[in-house]
């Protein structure tokens, strides 16, 4: 016995058990790396979806909403092709997390413009006006003497509601869709059946 643990026969097979242990250590987790994953993604695609569909019950969002407070997608979308097969499977996960990036972008901007104070939603201003071919029978007036006239012109924060309910509006719901079932069942499996 002494001399089989002495061996090259023993440290070879001692090493193929180690090298063994340390793939297949390295395999479970990544492979619950995935299944985390899957189920940040979930969470995160219900989360903006109850944001959205509030929205459309109320036009309304908060200062403070942020739909994605994390976008998982983009940081794992490699662990999902080989599952998600379909290009459209891709570009409609990718559809709505874009989306729903953009709406905190508007959020965060309008929500910016009030804490400036430069949030008015409409304002006036003067605007000369300068003719250059003036009707016939009219002087010709520089440009320096001619009155100012009061014009009232819409800034971003309307501008940036209006594009707020238009991209909300589009946003199509993926929660209870087969696709996003394909990543409720990758979530719930264990490491040894994703293999």
């Known amino acids: 016995m002494y001399d089989f643990v002495n061996s090259n026969s023993f440290i070879a097979l001692v090493t193929f058990g180690v090298g063994f242990s340390a793939i297949c250590l390295y395999l479970k987790q990544k492979i619950d790396h995935k299944r985390d994953a899957a189920k940040l993604i979930l969470q995160e695609i219900r989360y903006a979806e109850g944001k959205i569909r509030k ?67 409409t304002s006036e201003f003067p605007v000369v006006t300068a003719l250059s071919n003036p ?7 520089s440009p320096s003497s001619q009155v100012p006239q009061m014009q009232t012109v819409i800034e ?11 991209v909300s509006m589009s946003v199509e719901f993926i929660y209870n869709t087969p696709l996003v079932e394909k990543l409720r069942q990758i979530s719930e499996k264990k490491w040894y059946h994703i293999l």
Request: glycine share 4%; hydrophobic share 40%.
């Open 135 to 141: 009707p016939a029978g009219m002087p010709q007036v």
């Open 55 to 121: 929205y459309r019950e109320v036009n309304k969002y908060k200062l403070y909403d942020k739909l994605l407070p994390t976008n998982s997608w983009n940081d794992n979308i490699h662990l999902f092709i080989k599952d998600l097969k379909e290009v459209q499977n891709l570009d409609l996960i990718s559809d709505f997390y874009g989306k729903a990036s953009y709406i905190d972008t508007i959020i965060a901007t309008i929500s910016r413009q009030k804490n400036d104070g430069s949030m008015p939603a």
């Open 156 to 166: 971003l924060p309307l501008f940036s509601q209006k594009i707020l309910r238009v």
